[in-house]
Every structure is written in C-alpha cells, then in structure tokens.
C-alpha cells in the first residue's frame, strides 16, 4: 500500500468516528510528540547496546504505528507530501553533511 | 517508492556517513522525540484554528521529513513492518474504539 | 526547603535504592522528556480555555512531581545551580524580549 | 528565595509583557515539552559515561533554567504547591518502591 492508501484508510477510521473535529495540527502535533515520548520510554534505562527482547519488541511495533498513524495524519491535513519532503530532507541533508566532513562523525553540521 | 525502497536509501545514506555505529535504538528513540518536538513547537503558541502560513508550512515540512527518517530507521533497525504495524494498530484500535461509543468523543478507551 | 535540602532528599531516596547507577545525564534526560510528555498528554485534546476539572488538576500535580524530581535530580548530578540558572535566564530573557517590542507578543525574539 | 518567591518573579516577568494571555495550561505543557526535549538533545549522541564539557555544561544550565520557568509557571498558573506536590510524590515512590525491592533495579514497580 502506498502512503497515501495509508493516509486515506485512517482518514476513514476517523471520519467514521467523527474525531475530525479534534484534528487540529495543534492537537495533532501533541499527540505525535506523546507517542514519541511514550517510544522513548521504551529505552529510557536501557543499556546502549542492549538487545530488544520480545515484549520490548512488541511496544516498539504499538509505539511506531502510534507515531506513523499521526505523522500521516498530519501530513494529510496539511496537505503536504511525506516521501517527497522525506526525499527533499535528505537531498538537503547530503549537502549539508558531505562524506568526506561527516564520515563517522556524529557532530551537528553547524559544528564542522 | 515503498517504505522498504525508502528505508534503503536511508540506510546508504547513513553506510556511506559511516552513522551506524550512532544508531541504537536507545539513540534512535531521542532523535525522533527530538524531532517530534520541533515540530511540536511550530504549534507552540498557535491557536487552534490558525491557518497554516507558507512560512510555517515549510518548516513544518521539514520537521515531518526529520520524524519519519527516523521513524523508518528505527522500523528498519528493529525488523519491524511500519505498514503492517500500522494496520494492526487500527484493528486493534477499532475494537477499543468502537464507532458507536468513540463518535464524536476525544475519552481515551479506558474512560468509556 | 530549600532546593538544596530538595535535592538531597531526592539523592537520599535514590542512594537508598541504589539507583545512582542509572542516573546518567543521558538517562535522566531521557526521563526528564518523558515525564514532560505525560503532563503535555492530560491537555493533548483540551479545548485552550477548559477549565482544570479536579481528576486533571490530580494528575498534573503528580506529572508536576515528576518532572521537578528529575529536574532537581539533573541539576544536582551536573553540579549546577538551579535558582541561579533561572536568575540568569530571567536576565538574558529580558534583554533579548525587552518591554517596548515584546508587549503582548508571541513571536520569538529573532522574529522581532 | 523559595519557590514562590521565584514563581512571583516569574510573574512579573510575564505580566510586563502581557505574556499571560498566550499562558493557558496547555500551551504551557507544550513548552515545556519542547524546552525538555531541547535539553535531551543535548545528550542525543553522547556515550552513556561521557564526562560534561563545559559547552555542553552550559547549554545545560540554560535549558535547566527554561524546564524550571515553565515548570513554576504551570504550578502558578493551577495552584499546585510544586514542595508538595514533590515530598507526596516521594512518599507514593517509597510505597510503590520498598527498598528490598527496587534495590539495584531499574524496573517499573509494575514489573515486580
């Protein structure tokens, strides 16, 4: 299924439940940062090279639906496209990240 | 392009930085909470009902862009299908929410 | 009490459990973030105006608890000087909002 | 100073600039949403042991002091007694983590 059968199938259960009403991009940017919150909290004491073991696994699918579900909400009431916003971010980003400065180099590119 | 297509070129992206050694899902988890809350802040002193300026829409692109490269990132690193993920999720959420209690109501499930 | 005796009531209790040994920075933001996140969920679908209904207000205070627990934790762990650090800011705030332009605006002070 | 000492500066602060009518409770939690996750960026690549520089000490410091505005600014704003509010949460913690338990565990209490 392409994103945009995605957007329109929640686009559905929404309107089936009259919630649309409570889709502001205000609103809708709250709850994509609590779901990304609750994502993090996933590995909040972890160790960095831990391993996902399975019921770790299983939030980590219910939390990422969570986040997909209104990162396309968003981008449908915005009007705006997300694979090409995604395929522009990363054009901007090979610019602004050249191999040679960014190789195995974790800094942000103001601090080149 | 699929979300697999997309999670590729991410992923060369990130081989060719020599980025893996920074992405666990530990690190991966507080990028993309950061960058939910970038977007989070456009909002920040909106009102509700504020139309989307060209300027704001911009950057609301960008950050949309920034959460889901991430968001594929983190599906890509753990084995998990962000597509199949999120259709489960709205099963499961129909069953929480079904249409003839959810209509019209902004209650979380567990306060029905 | 002061934010010093606050501080070493909070290290007593983790010295206690013998929980320091998770207190990284790094740890403790994660938590930090998260905490936030749950006091932003209790408004996530308030109307801007809504009153704070006494099952709210019971949350907040407890979200509130939290936050301020990890915030004095942070501080103490960093050696840094929390009244202080809020002082300072007041100053720098006041010089980059000053009265004349910032009076009754929103807008961030690079957008003056 | 004590808290509301520190509250009541933060008052006149705001009400110098007419802030208070952009200071509902819900955008309130969205900014200190987003000033926490300011602070968790700080730490988003670090290696879990990595001493603070004193770059990094001082962004800290400064997005400490903006988690504190807001923080007091909400306790205001709801009539929340943060000292309390704090020393109830401590003592709900000791209940819900006797140290026989939680010694040495970084489990949810859920998870005993």
Redesign the interface.
């Known amino acids: 299924?392409?994103l945009n059968s995605?957007q329109n199938?929640?686009k559905e259960?929404v309107d089936?439940?009259?919630?649309d009403?409570?889709h502001?991009?205000?609103?809708l940017?709250?709850?994509?940062?609590?779901?990304?919150?609750?994502?993090?909290?996933?590995?909040?004491?972890?160790?960095?090279?831990?391993a996902?073991d399975s019921k770790k696994?299983e939030s980590?699918?219910?939390e990422?639906?969570?986040?997909?579900?209104y990162?396309?909400r968003?981008?449908d009431k915005?009007g705006?496209n997300?694979?090409q916003?995604?395929?522009?971010?990363?054009q901007k980003?090979?610019a602004k990240?050249p191999?040679d400065k960014?190789?195995?180099?974790?800094r942000k590119y103001t601090e080149f």
């Open positions: 299924m392409n995605l199938k929640i259960f089936e439940r009259d919630w009403q409570f502001s991009l205000k609103n940017s709250m709850a994509l940062s609590v779901e990304s919150s609750e994502l993090l909290e996933i590995f909040q004491w972890a160790k960095e090279d831990e996902l696994k980590l699918q219910d990422l639906a969570d986040v997909f579900y990162l396309l968003i981008a915005s705006i997300l694979e916003a995604l395929l522009e971010k990363l980003n090979a990240y191999v960014a190789r195995g180099n974790s």
